[in-house]
């Protein structure tokens, strides 16, 4: 996988590829990992030398925007498995509205559960010191990308003005991406998406920038690898857990008591329900 990293890393720092050839490229990068672990007979989160074999989650199987009436009953039934962290997505057209729907969530919740904001990135900067100063006494764990994901300077600002530790990194295609935003300054936390970040190999990479900048590295989506990339991650915090590839895998990651149990299968442990599969291939 390493010489083939290379040769990966190389097409997307000259071509500066993003999108669908970037994904299939990082597609690729993490089934040379799943097959070179499988040659070997190790878990994915033991070739990369882990030694853990839980990673915190928090729920992120819901929570859109649903607004303040229905969202309490939604966040209760997202503490199932044990979960203790759960995300709320805001950016209601009135601030007002943002901080009833955390609220909202929060009576349902209680104080122990942590939560997460996530303003996909639909704010400017002003709009953002502004909505989280009207929501820095809630308790949240983190808000996530308040304005363009690409505005790191943007980013900066908010986190300079706001006591909400600042979440972003979703959205950095490769580790050069994550590095300028580093060198900015743009968050006190980090969650590199396994396939825009450049698989299995550009993780490493990204574990090892966070490592040195001492920040701590969540995930976003692909939890049944990611829960292997962060058993690997020393400065890991939480794996972001959604549920949307379970119905065609053989064993879907297991959640107990709100950690992710990270497959001890060789590989990522990831096996088609062939049946299943076949069941929903469109041709
Ligand atoms: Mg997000």
């Known amino acids: 996988p390493l010489a083939l990293e290379r040769k990966l890393q190389g097409m997307f720092r000259l071509l500066g590829l993003k999108g669908v050839t970037g994904m299939a490229l990082a597609g690729i990068d993490m089934a040379a990992w799943d097959a070179l672990a499988r040659a070997q007979g190790l878990p994915l989160a033991r070739l990369l030398g882990a030694e853990r074999d839980r990673v915190p989650a928090y729920n992120s199987c819901g929570l859109g925007m649903i607004g303040s009436h229905d969202a309490p009953a939604e966040a209760e039934h997202l503490l199932v498995h044990g979960f203790e962290a759960i995300k709320v997505r805001l950016g209601y057209v009135e601030a007002r509205t943002d901080v009833e729907v955390v609220w909202a969530v929060r009576r349902a919740i209680g104080e122990r559960v942590a939560l997460m904001a996530d303003y996909n990135q639909i704010l400017s900067v002003a709009e953002a010191v502004r909505r989280t ?14 304005t363009l994901a690409d505005d790191y300077s943007g980013h900066a600002q908010i986190r300079s003005r706001t006591r909400i530790p600042v979440q972003m990194g979703e959205n950095w295609w490769g580790t050069h991406e994550m590095a300028k935003s580093l060198a900015a300054g743009a968050s006190d936390l980090g969650m590199p998406d396994a396939m825009k970040i450049g698989g299995v190999s550009g993780w ?37 857990y959604v549920d949307w590839a379970s119905p065609v895998l053989q ?29 929903v291939l469109v041709t």
């Open 251 to 279: 064993s879907p990651l297991r959640i107990e008591l709100g950690q992710a149990v990270v497959s001890d299968r060789p590989g990522t442990g990831i096996e088609w329900d062939e049946d299943a599969v076949a069941h």
């Open 204 to 240: 490493l990479r990204a574990a090892a920038l966070a490592e040195a900048a001492g920040m701590p590295v969540s995930s976003h989506l692909f939890p049944e690898v990611s829960a292997h990339l962060l058993a690997a991650t020393p400065t890991a915090h939480w794996l972001e």
């Open 133 to 146: 100063d009207a929501l820095q006494d809630e308790d949240l764990h983190w808000v996530e990308e308040p």
